[in-house]
């Protein structure tokens, strides 16, 4: 190989940015093509970096805009290269149209989304409203709820994204500065293991396979859209939430790290729960064990896959719990939450009496604070107690002004 | 185009151009070619023609202008001398005539309903250059 090697130490203090740079590093990708925006910039920047210090051997294209960036991702993958980038808010609202095309195109794109708040009013801090944005798109979506998954989950998407029999692109969420600014202390793996587990590309029907012409990006109309989207559905519901868990269980035994499309957290006797996304599942983990304490049994779970939507599973976890909050970081726009809507859905003709309510919170970088939590947990072993919901099904958390509740 | 179902199709917005590998793809003729029918090469596109070229090959001196200019590839050459239009695939731009430098031109485009015989018989003669 052409590059050195990193020797990293066991233990690696590092932000979410740079663990998920670190991890384009080791995957070996071969093309970067990206326009900087806070909070993601450090990510592709990494790469640049890496590559300018010959530690990767890869192709670096700045270009002019997000919209160029994913098209110029979508161009190399179409080409046959490991490919990723990165980008938040404005920036992934620019390179919405292009995320339908990298995934209808069947191509393996890792993209990091570094969750920001979306204008207007500007903002460059926390919430899931692009995460939201996109969460139709046909991309896959994991959710890192601190730098080491940030870092872990770059390197499981490559290995989901290019089985064969999933070629779609993934997103890896994290949390705007409050992960991709945070150093933490990473186990990363070495170069060795971590290039080892998500393996050699394997190109499939790539551009340059000479011998193989192949026509990308094609146009069909009323003959033909419905089955390539059916396809992609049916691929999406039907294969890739097995090939998450395959890949799920080959990381923990090469790391020792256990991951799940949900990750429960005192949920086996829990009577009321928060469910919950990015770095709130961590505020909600030590809030659950301290109302523990005060004999109200709290469980918290954390939406690792957003897309395909863990519904079964998530209907399994929470038919026996009494109440269950679900915790949207992201405007509803004149509906309920998306968390809302989901669970709503997963729980909607089953036996399951649980008792849901949804809340808006952490617009625009807004805390999310312990007392939230032990006030939401309090409301909701008031909901189990008195057996039916005691306020409206739609509130906000942490906003100033007169009490909003809607639904 | 077959009406495939949903799970009958390889995936992603991607279509082949040859049924199996081609290896010498630039040593041999699009008539010899292996094309799918998703190939552009296999549909006719000659209903999207309101004129088309006729080729005259007493004038043509084969400076190939024709041939390099046409958008679509639709100037059949062999051996560097201009034999025809793949009528097929020409779009009646009217490119190649432009382009013709012979006098009178050797390439002229005619309504679609002319037929080669008559438009060849009243082809235009050398116009005299103004002095």
Request: glycine content about 8%; overall charge negative; charged content about 25%.
């Amino acid at each position: 190989m052409a590059f050195d090697k990193l020797e990293l130490n066991e233990t690696e203090v590092w932000d979410g940015n740079h663990a998920a740079a670190q991890a384009l590093r080791q995957a070996q990708v071969d093309v970067v093509s990206a326009y900087p925006i806070t909070p993601s910039t450090a990510i592709v920047e990494g790469y640049a970096k890496f590559k300018s210090d010959n530690l990767v051997e890869g192709e670096f294209v700045m270009v002019e805009s997000e919209h160029a960036a994913m098209s110029g991702c979508i161009g190399a993958a179409a080409a046959g290269g490991r490919v990723a980038t990165a980008t938040a808010s404005q920036g992934l609202a620019l390179m919405a149209e292009t995320l339908y095309q990298a995934s209808g195109m069947r191509l393996p794109i890792v993209l990091n989304i570094v969750n920001r708040a979306l204008a207007a009013p500007l903002n460059v801090n926390c919430d899931h409203s692009d995460m939201y944005m996109v969460r139709d798109s046909g991309w896959i979506q994991f959710d890192a709820f601190n730098p080491q998954e940030a870092y872990d989950l770059n390197l499981i998407a490559f290995k989901v994204a290019e089985d064969h029999d999933v070629r779609l692109p993934v997103v890896v969420n994290q949390d705007g500065f409050l992960t991709s600014h945070t150093a933490q202390g990473i186990h990363p793996l070495s170069d060795d293991d971590a290039y080892n587990f998500v393996g050699e590309y394997k190109p499939m029907n790539d551009m340059l396979d000479f011998e193989n012409p192949v026509t990308h990006g094609v146009q069909t109309e009323e003959d033909w859209h419905f089955e390539h989207k059916a396809r992609q559905h049916s691929d999406t519901m039907n294969i890739v939430p097995g090939k998450i868990d395959e890949v799920f269980a080959e990381f923990e035994k090469l790391s020792g790290r256990k991951y799940s499309q949900l990750e429960c957290y005192n949920m086996d006797d829990a009577d009321v729960a928060v469910v919950c996304m990015g770095t709130s599942v961590e505020t909600a983990r030590e809030v659950a064990l301290e109302m523990r304490e005060k004999g109200i049994k709290a469980g918290v779970v954390g939406i690792r896959v957003l897309r395909p939507f863990p519904f079964a599973n998530i209907a399994e976890v929470l038919k026996d719990i009494k109440a269950v909050a679900a915790l949207d970081r992201s405007a509803p726009g004149g509906a309920a939450g998306a968390l809302f809507n989901e669970i709503a859905g997963a729980l909607f003709n089953t036996d399951s009496k649980m008792l849901l309510s949804g809340y808006i919170y952490g617009l625009g970088g807004r805390d999310l604070t312990k007392k939230h939590l032990v006030d939401l947990y309090t409301e909701l072993q008031a909901n189990a107690d008195a057996g039916k919901l005691l306020t409206q099904q739609q509130q906000f958390i942490g906003v100033r002004g007169p009490k909003l509740a809607f639904l | 185009m077959e009406n495939n179902g949903w799970n009958e199709f390889e995936i992603g917005a991607m279509l082949r151009t040859f049924d199996g590998a081609i290896e010498d793809i630039a040593g041999t003729r699009q008539e010899d070619r292996n094309y799918t029918q998703n190939s552009s090469f296999t549909a006719s596109v000659a209903d999207w023609r309101l004129e088309k070229p006729v080729f005259n090959k007493d004038y043509c001196i084969d400076c190939q202008f024709c041939w390099v200019y046409c958008p679509d590839i639709s100037i059949i050459s062999r051996d560097k001398k201009v034999i025809g239009v793949d009528m097929d695939h020409c779009k009646g731009c009217g490119i190649c005539v432009e382009v013709c430098p012979t006098n009178p031109k050797s390439l002229l485009m005619f309504s679609e309903q002319t037929d080669e015989e008559s438009a060849i018989a009243g082809w235009p003669t050398k116009e005299d250059k103004e002095k």
